[in-house]
């Protein structure tokens, strides 16, 4: 027994470069396969992530209109937003695009939203050195 360990300790060499070269082959395309493909569902979640939050928002909005019956609200928010749901436009400026206009705009949320007269809710985002670009319309 102790002539076979012995055997087996001094007779290892190692793997043989071809092995090595092999393993690295196999990683090197499990990661060309694997990368492009994560990169793709995190912007698909950051996308599906500002619907839902806009579809959330035009639900506490139709509902805040029901509560206090309301028929009609102040277009949008200036530019000082808030992410206070009960601190409600009273602005009357009316909707030309979204410059300068923001409303429900915090942290946590992934856009900045904008409300129309009538309590549609309209989603945003900014593309960086360009305009802001709308993103949604709810149902």
């Known amino acids: 027994m102790k002539k076979l360990l012995r055997q087996f300790r001094f007779g290892e060499r190692g793997f043989t470069l071809i092995e090595l070269l092999v393993v690295v082959a196999i990683l090197g395309v499990l990661a060309a396969v694997v990368v492009p493909n994560v990169g793709k569902f ?3 979640g950051t996308d ?25 609200v102040a277009a949008i928010l200036p530019v000082n937003a808030t992410p206070d749901m009960r601190t409600f436009p009273d602005a009357v400026t009316p909707l030309y695009g979204n410059e300068g206009f923001r409303y429900l705009m915090s942290p946590k949320t992934a856009y900045w939203y904008s409300c129309a007269a009538d309590g549609t809710v309209q989603g945003w985002w900014d593309s960086p050195g360009t305009k802001q670009i709308g993103i949604d319309d709810p149902p």
């Open 42 to 44: 995190m912007g698909t």
């Open 48 to 72: 599906q992530a500002g619907r839902t939050e806009l579809h959330n928002i035009q639900t506490a909005m139709m509902a805040m209109m029901a509560d206090t019956q309301t028929a009609t």
